[in-house]
């Protein structure tokens, strides 16, 4: 078992409860493993949740910590995966004072080259949303950093993983269990 | 709650009916077979304690001194009965009293329910009086727990925290009922829960990890099985003994498995782990396979995990995928319920037999009797042991009582020398080692099965510690056998101060009140014992005794229990001295 420390995506899909986000990152905390980012949604089964947790551990701690997941009443199942078997994407927004985006035409080329979209404009600010990878973010945060931002946030990490989920599968095999 | 989630029992000649939630939490109670529930009241929970003066003929609730104690009551029942366990305790500080029991529970497996009071919903988050979050402080030790803020969610909340308190892997439970829940009236029916859609109790045993087992098994010069509670819990003794007896194989326990298979039993070869035994310590690091059945690597039983049946094929048979891998890395996995997989892998064994190395076993046991047991049964230094107390209680017993042991060195002696004949006799503290344990568990223990004898066994720290539940002894007449081992020390830490701290006995000696007076005081008949000539009789009159009894016996300050692994070091370097 490889004891080099790698960036999983822990994907989790769970009943829609209300203590369970608590229940799941005391998994974590309990094993002194910083949660780098945890974004909780809908999947795409019907009132079923999904987590996307984010964590730096070893392969070893991964499917420990997944198979203490597991066993959560409500948890339906989880998963580890590494950057390969995903697919996945970070989201930003930043507001930034209107009268730069006249003053400093550079502000401009850069938005262009970055994709990013103005979501909306009025006197005073501007907001620029953008998604991507942390790095591409990152990049795009130095350049603005210079003009100056007023806020800056970003998501954590959402992924799909290239191999399925059965989730499905379990939940109709509990329905059709008598 | 999302009812699409769980199956429910068909009860067609269910009728609703219009009642309280809570006079619907007590019908709940009943509908699971709950005769006796222990607690303590107080204003969150007292239109519950309401109904249950209305039902006091169909369900007995135990006052007990102190939440903590209708905790470990509710743990005392569930271990002897392998029934579900109930506690119940107003909002706040009602609550918090329940989290030790509670976590000594999780870790242990042990089913009981929770039932928590808490203000009304539309003060929730207002730090209101008596408000605590117990559901979030009860996360990290609850198998699974949940809020009820309407009258209408209680059967269901109900009737899916007694089966998940019992099934698959047992837990605590703690559901949490806010006031206005309690009053709101609602149409009550009653089902059984008995699936829930996101979990999977009982993992199917994989009948070829079955066969492979067996191939293991059977083809093994030196093998050695390690059971623990998962024994017990599956109720599949039966089912080890004659896999025991068919393949021959030396079996050693770990102390929550204690009594699974009786004492006498010719290869039933003692206890693993820091104060085991000797030779199942030693041979667990010459065995060419190691089959563990139902237990979970505690560091306690494996000392160094490096130097753990490093030379051995280990197979683990398991209910909870979780434990697999978890401490030590094993080479075959068997998933699912004891009770099936033990019955599978029986008719895969090959009759055999072991008999050099079952000698191997027996003559570590010479060492060891000759090193530690004949020292700590037939002294011949004038203080008392506490091992020739247990040797006096066998005596009496024949190995029919259940012992409940509090937690330090008089728990290790207790579970080292207990004689059982029995399965679900020995009431301990293993996982958490709570201290303060034994005599409320002993209670519940005592009224959950009164036709059997029930003696806690406690050290003079733990008894301490809820020492107020003798009055509820004396109230409900229950008629525990207590034995206080009073050494006037915390012994354990003593003996780890003496062995590892150069003898600096830091807080660990007490100066202790006159028990038996105190126990007189709750009018409990109480003796002390001095002296190896007033032992016997002393023994014999509490255990011939219809009612509670307390005996103190004064036992020598400063003895260690021996054989011991030091924590760290690995468990062929336990030493007898
Ligand atoms: C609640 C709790 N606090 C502290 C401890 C640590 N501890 C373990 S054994 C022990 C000493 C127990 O003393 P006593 O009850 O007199 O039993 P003895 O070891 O003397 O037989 C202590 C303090 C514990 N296990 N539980
Ligand atoms: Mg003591």
């Known amino acids: ?119 909306t404009v009025n006197r005073d600010f501007f907001v620029l949303e953008n998604t991507g990878r942390r790095h591409e973010i990152e990049e795009l945060r130095e350049k603005l950093d210079k003009f100056g931002i007023m806020q800056f946030v970003r998501s954590g990490r959402i992924a799909v993983t290239k191999e399925e989920m059965k989730v499905s599968e379990i939940l109709e095999e509990f329905r059709n269990q008598q | 709650m999302n009812t699409e989630t769980i199956k429910k029992e068909v009860n067609k000649a269910a009728k609703t009916e219009r009642i309280s939630g809570s006079e619907a939490i007590i019908r709940c109670l009943i509908a699971e077979g709950v005769d006796i529930l222990y607690g303590y009241p107080g204003g969150a929970i007292m239109p519950v304690y309401d109904e249950l003066f209305k039902y006091r003929d169909r369900i007995h609730h135990v006052l007990t ?84 803020t309407k009258a209408s969610e209680i059967p269901e909340v109900m009737a899916k925290a007694f089966y998940i308190a019992k099934s698959g892997r047992p837990g605590p439970v703690l559901i949490d009922i806010t006031k206005d829940a309690q009053f709101e009236e609602f149409d009550f029916k009653y089902e059984k829960c008995t699936a829930v859609r996101s979990y999977n109790p009982v993992p199917k045993t994989d009948s070829n990890d079955v066969k492979a087992a067996a191939e293991l098994i059977n083809n093994a010069k030196k093998p050695m099985i390690v059971w623990g509670q998962g024994v017990i819990l599956g109720k599949a003794e039966e089912e080890l003994k004659a896999v025991i007896e068919k393949s021959g194989v030396p079996a050693a326990w770990t102390i929550l498995g204690a009594s699974a298979i009786p004492t006498s039993h010719p290869l039933n070869v003692g206890m693993v782990g820091m104060h085991g035994n000797y030779a199942p310590n030693k041979l667990t690091n010459e065995c060419d396979l190691l089959i563990a059945i139902g237990m979970r690597f505690d560091d306690r039983v494996t000392g160094d995990l490096n130097t753990y049946a490093k030379q051995a094929k280990i197979i683990h048979f398991d209910i909870d995928p979780a434990e697999i891998n978890k ?51 037939l002294p011949e230094k004038e203080g008392l042991t506490m091992g020739e107390v247990l040797k006096e209680i066998n005596n009496y017993s024949d190995g029919n009582a259940a012992i409940v042991s509090d937690v330090g060195q008089h728990q290790m002696i207790a579970c080292r020398y207990a004689e059982f004949n029995h399965s679900k006799s020995n009431i301990t503290s293993g996982g958490l080692g709570t ?12 009224m ?80 002390r014992v001095t002296k190896r000539e007033e032992l016997a009789d002393a023994v014999k009159e509490m255990m011939e005794s219809d009612a509670s009894y307390f005996l103190e016996v004064c036992v020598e300050k400063e003895d260690n229990v021996f054989p011991m692994i030091p924590s760290g070091a690995s468990v062929s370097d336990i030493r007898l001295s």
């Open chain 2, 435 to 446: 201290m303060g344990f034994a005599l409320p568990a002993a209670i519940g223990a005592k």
């Open chain 2, 327 to 377: 401490n030590v890395k094993v080479d075959l996995a068997v998933l699912g319920d004891s009770k099936e997989s033990l019955a599978l892998l029986l008719s895969e064994l090959k009759e055999n037999s072991h008999d050099a190395w079952l000698k191997e076993f027996n003559d570590l046991y010479a060492i060891e009797y000759d090193a530690v047991i004949k020292d700590d049964l």
């Open chain 1, 1 to 119: 078992m490889s004891q080099e420390i790698k960036t999983f995506t822990i994907s989790v899909y769970t009943e829609n409860n209300i203590g369970l986000l608590n229940r799941i990152s005391a998994i974590f905390q309990r094993r002194h493993i910083n949660i780098e980012s945890l974004t909780t949604s809908q999947s795409e089964i019907k009132n079923v949740n999904r987590f996307v947790i984010v964590v730096k551990i070893t392969e070893d701690q991964a499917i420990k910590v997944v198979r203490q997941i597991e066993k959560q009443v409500e948890a339906i199942r989880a998963y580890y995966h590494t950057n390969d078997e995903t697919i996945f994407t970070e989201n930003c927004m930043f507001k930034i004072k209107s009268e730069l985006l006249f003053e400093e035409p550079q502000i401009q080329n850069i938005i262009k080259e970055s994709d990013a979209r103005i979501v």
């Open chain 2, 448 to 527: 959950a099965e009164p036709h059997r004898e029930v003696v806690a066994i406690i050290g003079d720290g733990g008894y301490q510690m809820n020492i107020q539940e003798l009055g509820t002894i004396f109230q409900q007449k229950a008629a525990v056998k207590i034995v206080v081992l009073n050494n006037e020390f915390l012994g354990m830490v003593r003996q780890w101060q003496q062995l590892f701290f150069d003898k600096r006995y830091a807080s660990t000696e007490m100066t202790n009140p006159d028990f038996v007076t105190i126990a007189k005081g709750y009018h409990i008949d109480a003796k």
């Open chain 2, 65 to 148: 001194r102190h939440e903590q104690g209708a905790a470990h009551a509710a743990q005392g029942y569930a271990r002897i009965s392998g029934r579900v366990g109930v506690a119940m305790a107003t909002s706040g500080p009602g609550a918090t009293n329940l989290i030790t029991g509670i976590a000594d529970a999780q870790i242990d497996s042990t089913p009981i329910v929770c039932i928590t009071g808490q203000v009304p919903s539309h003060l929730l988050g207002t730090d209101a009086f008596q408000e605590t979050d117990i559901v979030g402080i009860s996360t990290p030790v609850t198998k699974w727990n949940a809020q009820v």
